[in-house]
């Protein structure tokens, strides 16, 4: 709703009420449309201002209305309202300002903005195009380059810059409120002509058609397969190029395409889910509203490989104490050169300055005796870790909380060699730790509440999209990539080459395929992994049953490759060819297409024709059915949360929603239904095999997403 009060005696405040971001609802239009009516018709009245409540002007539309039937005054003819006045309104502008929110202002005669203020039109995050005319005045008001810019990327902009663009006409460091009126009494009985942006012509940009063909390629490249992006360009065209009212049609039509398509469904459905993971809860019933997290102000991180030293930068750059301990000198020096580095470029690019002094050094583990929290990074050894806990467990004063960045290792076993196993979880943060949104902090069954409470909190400060799972080998990501990338080796032995794979799935939305992905992070990785399971084997034997280990499938395909030394782009050579080691662009390797005929030939496998149906199919649909068993296990506490960690640290496609909304949109029944058929082709590969949960959700008649959590207890209980 919306409150209307006089101040000042000729100024009529309108104030936006609706908890906690001012959405425009049904309820708040109703109430500006009436506000904005009683303003205009009383005589007393010589100007107006809109503002919103609890410093926060609007955050636009809102977005839990786009799922059901919209009711209420429509946001189109209102805004053309306020424009119309004769009476100046002037937006003061607190908080954010975005998409419907900043459409708002925008229908104002002028605007005020608090120097702490966000604007932006992030519509295209959401699948859509700013359709309250944004798309139609911005440019007329900025210039169409600028526009262009902050439509098709929805970035937002300080008040500062929103000042230089010319969007706002004055920042104000103190009362938004008071600024507004007090300019609003100042501007009563001006002509308001020049005012309304909807009457400007787009200003002259020379070489338009140049612009939006080099826009629109930019576009396309980066979109992915999104189409937002692309209708944010169509919609900025026609307002440079047709008169308001028919770029107004052009926009309204745009967005119907935009609005009804699954791809805004599954953009808005990362918007909720992202937030909806902040609400963890674990199987024992401990949930974020109910535990309490520690004050952490000093933190400690023990080995500075990659890792630790990208860890130690995401800490400092929340404005934490870190102590970096790394044992040996020369690796201590060269870890602070690197760290002092990250620090200063990141600084320089966030305008602040760098958190240098933030990080004390140390060979020296006594040195982390007072931190509220250590990460440790060490290498990836069970033997060494346990060492490590034991020594964090005898220095650390009483109630540090002992954080692991293991990928693969059991944080239950770690914690079970520390005296206080309750303190312990697992953060595993992925490389380059202080650019990847994505953390999974991992409990274990003796993780006390309050450590992942503060292990969540401490991810929130530094930005990561942090999620809490369940101790299993890879946790929810890894252990889901484990069954896509088999099937990836299996479609090579069967007829397919890595460059078919990796461009069904980059066609699909991923930045890059499975191999280019393998190349990039090194086969040497997964080599070590599978050597540690025994999988390993010499490379000489042949046929079928050299191809079944421990009881199932197996492709030795990436290990002879790391026999050849082919570790990837480190090499120079993986299951691409690079130009030298440490170069990053692919090329097709002769040497691979006639190492995989002679390997083919040596087990008796005859190349068959694979399409990218297949290709997808096999690599997504496994890795979808490993989702559903760990939900049923209890690993995800529901499918938002393996959806955030798949859009935020494995490049699926964010306008798919995430694997488990993928197939939610699919048909589970169509996702059962090729499971079925391709484990009846090879019956020797378990991850074909359904999930016990898939199957009873479609025998439950497929119930949406959002009801899973439900289906899921309720199976339980049943059982
Ligand atoms: C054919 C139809 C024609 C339509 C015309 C088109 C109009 C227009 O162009 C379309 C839009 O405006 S599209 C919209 C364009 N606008 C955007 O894309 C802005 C989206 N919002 C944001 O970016 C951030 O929320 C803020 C920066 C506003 C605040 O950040 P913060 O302080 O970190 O807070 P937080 O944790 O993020 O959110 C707190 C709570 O508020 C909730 N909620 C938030 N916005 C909502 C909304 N618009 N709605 C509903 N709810 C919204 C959020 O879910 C959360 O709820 P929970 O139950 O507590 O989990």
């Excluded at 949360?641 to 939610?664: K, L």
Aim: overall charge positive; aromatic content about 6%; charged content about 20%.
């Amino acid at each position: 709703m919306a409150e209307y009060n006089r101040v000042s005696e000729c100024v009529g405040l309108i104030t936006l009420r609706n908890p906690p971001v001012n959405a425009l609802s049904a309820a708040v239009r109703q109430g500006i449309v009436d506000t904005v009516q009683r303003a205009l018709s009383d005589p007393n009245v010589k100007s107006v201002v809109i503002c919103g409540q609890n410093g926060i002007f609007c955050g636009g539309a809102d977005i839990k209305e786009f799922g059901s039937n919209m009711t209420g005054p429509p946001l189109i003819p209102m805004i053309h309202a306020i424009e119309s006045a004769n009476k100046p309104v002037v937006a003061a502008i607190e908080g954010s300002a975005l998409g419907g929110g900043l459409e708002l202002a925008l229908g104002c005669h002028y605007r005020i903005a608090h120097s702490k203020a966000r604007l932006g039109l992030p519509e295209v995050s959401l699948g859509l195009l700013p359709a309250a005319g944004g798309s139609q005045r911005l440019p007329r008001l900025i210039g169409v380059p600028a526009a262009l810019n902050l439509i098709t990327t929805g970035r937002h902009v300080t008040a500062a810059e929103a000042l230089q663009l010319g969007i706002v006409d004055q920042v104000t460091d103190h009362n938004t409120v008071d600024a507004a009126v007090k300019f609003a009494l100042s501007v009563a009985g001006r002509s308001l002509d020049p005012r309304r942006i909807s009457t400007h012509p787009c200003p002259q940009q020379p070489d338009l058609d140049a612009l939006f063909e080099e826009v629109m390629q930019k576009v396309r490249q980066s979109a992915r397969g999104a189409i937002a992006p692309i209708a944010c360009v169509q919609a900025v065209r026609a307002a440079a190029t047709l008169p308001y009212a028919q770029g107004m049609e052009r926009e309204r039509e745009l967005m119907a395409t935009l609005f009804t398509s699954g791809q805004a469904r599954a953009l808005q459905y990362c918007f909720f889910a992202e937030r909806a993971v902040g609400r963890w809860r674990m199987p024992s019933g401990a949930r974020w509203d109910t535990s309490k997290p520690r004050p952490v102000h000093k933190a400690a991180v023990i080995g500075l490989g990659t890792m630790g030293r990208g860890i130690t930068v995401a800490l400092a750059q929340t404005g934490l104490s870190v102590i970096a301990v790394e044992t040996q000198e020369k690796q201590l020096m060269e870890a602070k050169q690197a760290i002092s580095g990250m620090l200063e470029r990141g600084a320089k690019r966030r305008g602040v300055a760098p958190a240098l002094d933030g990080v004390i050094y140390s060979q020296n583990i006594q040195a982390v005796a007072d931190v509220d929290l250590v990460i440790e990074a060490v290498f990836e050894d069970i033997a060494l870790k346990t060492k490590v806990f034991q020594q964090l467990s005898a220095v650390c004063k009483p109630g540090t909380l002992l954080c692991t960045n293991t990928s693969a290792l059991d944080v239950d076993q770690l914690a079970s060699e520390t005296p206080n196993p309750e303190l312990v979880v697992g953060m595993h943060f992925f490389a380059p730790a202080h650019v990847m949104k994505l953390l999974e902090v991992v409990y274990g069954p003796r993780s006390s509440p309050q450590a992942v409470a503060t292990a969540m909190q401490l991810g929130k400060k530094m930005g990561k999209a942090s999620v809490a799972v369940g101790n299993c080998r890879g946790f929810v990501g890894n252990r889901m990539l484990k069954p896509y990338i088999e099937e990836a080796f299996f479609l090579l032995e069967e007829g397919a080459t890595p460059e078919l794979v990796d461009q069904a799935l980059e066609e699909f939305g991923f930045p890059m395929g499975v191999f280019r992905m393998s190349d990039l992070s090194g086969l040497d990785v997964g080599w070590r992994v599978r050597k540690g399971d025994g999988l390993v084997e010499p490379g000489t034997a042949s046929g079928r049953s050299a191809r079944i280990r421990q009881g199932r499938r197996y492709s030795p395909l990436g290990d002879l490759l790391c026999e050849e030394g082919r570790f990837g782009q480190k090499t120079g050579r993986g299951w691409y060819q690079y130009d030298k080691p440490g170069s990053r662009v692919a090329r097709s390797d002769p040497w691979l297409h006639s190492f995989l005929g002679a390997y083919r030939a040596q087990h008796g496998l005859v190349a068959r024709r694979i399409d990218h149906q297949e290709v997808l199919e096999r690599c997504l649909y496994a890795l979808i059915n490993e989702g559903f068993h760990i939900l049923d296990d209890g690993i995800a506490a529901g499918p938002e949360d393996i959806d955030v960690i798949y859009v935020s640290g494995y490049g699926w496609p964010r306008h798919r929603g995430g694997p488990m909304f993928y197939a939610n949109m699919v048909g589970l029944a169509k996702v059962l239904e090729r499971l079925e058929h391709y484990q009846q082709l090879h019956p020797e590969v378990p991850h074909l095999q359904p999930s016990s949960l898939l199957r009873r959700l479609v025998a439950s008649g497929s119930p949406p997403i959002h009801k899973w959590g439900e289906a899921i207890k309720k199976l339980h209980s049943q059982l």
